[in-house]
């Protein structure tokens, strides 16, 4: 890191945190008989909160904050992953279970302040209200002590976060989106589009055209519905389709023609879930089965194609573009879905190990031919992002969070690259410090055109200091290190994916 | 004539007989139903251990929702096993309004406050005895 840019400003000041994080996760601790988690310092906001807010009305600034980047940085993860005290505390046992807990970073004139605030679900409230996790989550089995009607009885909202039109919408994928305020972060409630889709999945990977244009998806049972609304979060179009989706799907991609999905061959054991195991733990990995490719028209969600690939596993895609009746689609690779159900139970149990491979990947969908084909880096990444006015074009830049070491068993990403798609060629910055790094997010300077001009802006866990960190970046210019660094007097849980709206 | 008065004597003592006979084994219960909002009616179905379960019930009733809570009773019930099933018909269109794959969207609940796993309770889980003597039982929905 270069020093000369790391100029202490303003130091912790004005630092208001509603309560102090690290002194709740060690009160707690000192009451537990049988130690379930013992964290390994990387692993610290893998704790999570006990459901407080907090709030941090000006941050330390190290270096220097671009003019011209003013808006607010919403971030979404699970936040709290314990209830109860001492014999009867609970602990869940998958990342993706806890209740989402929605960051905003504020960009200002007057600097940075950081708010957080968890998504006041049915569920948080009920559990909050008993003190103990009253049914089944994502990756954790136990007897429900309320009735679970729909999947928004047990929705947590804690995926992704983005405003659409005046709403700012806590994201999952099982049930609806969460409506919250975007100046308050106030849980509004569920979102119903139409009375029929209401407690309908709806993605936590919405895909954003440069004017606006939304477009989204859910799966549940086999069925798969898919969501065309406008700039100003007014429903256009829906319709429910039958889809060879199988267990889980996560994330898609748009063309300016199609929406693109890549389908990993996971069932769902039903009997094990009705003998007590979670909906994670009961989902398959069938790798001797395809993975399906559907591309389906945007102007008539009823026309669609169906191709195959040898099997492998899909979380997060990075963009698709199409020209010529051949779709380029980029994303992450892993094998199969040992990331999720076998790695990420460890780190929930405070151990650090390494975590399988993902790469950038690449899926050339020649819809000419009915062929696909794949190609793959070496590089292991997670999170690609782009620079949100390529969306559905062909784009030149993918900007990933990377790891610097095959064998790193520390968690979370060290560095950050973008990969020009053209060349091949990377930036790539890695932290001297110890750092744990989330998605980094594409921000375009106001007023340019040219793509990648503008800011790379994400959040971080520093490892040493246990605080998480804000970064800034040029990012045209990763390998220059941050511009600016924006500190919080504390630790916060790790988000997933958020959004930055320009002010 | 003579023997449509016969007729009509025997059927009246018939339902005296088994009237009092039900009186013998029979008793009312009561059934309170929290959290049912305001909107609409509660629309309770009554279904006994041969009813086919879900199906078609033996007794039904609505009444209109209230903030505080509804109470109904089923008078006379012959002794025996029974389970209630209900949703509230908030926009009073008649029937449970489900989403566009078949999840229910207007709120719904069992006796015993029974949940099923993938799909409703089976009757053992919803189901309560009517004995000889007045009994009430509350279901509350969340």
């Not at chain 1, 890549?262 to 879930?273: S, V």
């Amino acid at each position: 890191m270069n020093r000369r840019h790391f100029l202490s400003s303003v130091g912790v000041a004005g630092a208001s945190v509603a309560l102090p994080a690290m002194a709740t996760a060690a009160a707690i601790d000192a009451s537990v008989k049988k130690p379930l988690f013992n964290a390994h310092p990387s692993l610290t906001p893998l704790r999570g909160f006990a459901g407080q807010d907090v709030s941090c009305e000006r941050a330390a600034i190290e270096g220097k904050l671009p003019a011209d980047l003013r808006g607010v940085f919403y971030r979404n993860g699970p936040g709290l992953f314990e209830r109860g005290l001492g014999a009867n505390k609970q602990r869940y046992q998958h990342w993706f279970d806890g209740d989402g807990l929605v960051n905003a970073w504020r960009f200002t004139d007057k600097g940075v302040s950081h708010q957080a605030r968890f998504v006041k679900s049915k569920k948080f409230l009920a559990e909050q209200a008993a003190d103990e996790f009253l049914a089944s989550s994502f990756g954790t089995g136990m007897k429900s002590k309320m009735p679970v009607r729909n999947s928004d009885d047990v929705n947590t909202a804690n995926t992704n976060v983005i405003k659409l039109g005046d709403k700012l919408l806590a994201m999952w994928e099982g049930g609806s989106a969460t409506e919250m305020d975007p100046a308050t972060l106030e849980t509004r409630g569920i979102v119903a589009w139409t009375p029929e889709l209401k407690h309908m999945p709806f993605s936590a990977h919405p895909k954003v055209e440069a004017d606006g244009t939304f477009w989204n998806f859910g799966t549940l049972m086999g069925k798969m519905v898919l969501y065309h609304i406008s700039a100003a979060g007014k429903l256009i179009k829906h319709a429910v389709i039958d889809a060879p989706a199988g267990g889980m799907v996560h994330d898609f991609a748009i063309t300016h023609k199609h929406l693109v999905f890549l389908l990993p061959p996971i069932g769902i054991d039903y009997p094990a879930m009705r003998n007590g195991l979670s909906f994670g733990e009961a989902l398959t990995w069938k790798g001797n089965e395809p993975t399906k490719v559907m591309v389906v028209d945007k102007n008539d969600f009823s026309k669609r194609r169906i191709l195959e690939m040898p099997s492998y596993m899909v979380f997060h895609f990075g963009n698709a573009w199409e020209a010529d009746n051949i779709i380029h689609v980029d994303f992450v690779h892993s094998k199969d879905m040992s990331g999720m159900n076998e790695w990420m139970p460890k780190i929930m149990r405070g151990e650090v190990s390494t975590p399988d491979e993902s790469h950038p990947a690449f899926v050339t969908i020649d819809l000419n031919r009915g062929r696909c084909s794949i190609n793959l880096r070496k590089e292991i990444a997670e999170f690609p992002r782009i620079d949100p006015r390529f969306v559905g074009i062909r784009n030149r830049y993918v900007y990933y969070p990377v790891s610097t070491s095959k064998t790193d068993t520390r968690f979370g990403f060290p560095a950050l690259m973008r990969l020009d798609v053209e060349t091949g060629k990377t930036d790539t910055y890695a932290f001297e410090h110890k750092v744990a790094l989330e998605e980094h997010i594409m921000v375009p300077k106001p007023g340019s055109t040219k793509e990648g001009e503008g800011y790379l802006i994400g959040v971080g866990f520093d490892i040493e200091r246990q605080q998480t960190f804000a970064t800034v970046f040029d990012a045209l210019n990763l390998s220059a290190g941050p511009t600016a660094i924006v500190r919080l007097p504390y630790w916060m849980p790790m988000c997933f994916h958020g959004n930055f709206h320009t002010a | 004539m003579k023997r449509t008065l016969l007729t009509t004597c025997l059927i009246a003592a018939a339902l005296i007989i088994s009237t009092n006979a039900t009186n013998a084994n029979a008793a009312d219960v009561s059934l309170t139903i929290n959290g049912v909002g305001d909107k609409g009616n509660v629309m309770i179905a009554l279904f006994k251990k041969d009813d086919k379960w879900l199906g078609k019930s033996t007794m039904g009733t609505m009444t209109a929702a209230k903030k505080d809570g509804v109470t109904v009773s089923f008078k006379d019930l012959p002794e025996g096993e029974y389970a209630v099933s209900l949703f509230v018909d908030e926009n009073s269109n008649g029937k449970m309004d489900k989403n566009a794959i078949g999840i229910p969207t207007e709120a719904y609940g069992f006796s015993n406050d029974a949940s099923g796993n993938f799909g409703p309770p089976s009757f053992e889980q919803a189901k309560f005895v009517v004995g000889k003597d007045k009994s009430a039982i509350t279901i509350t929905l969340k």
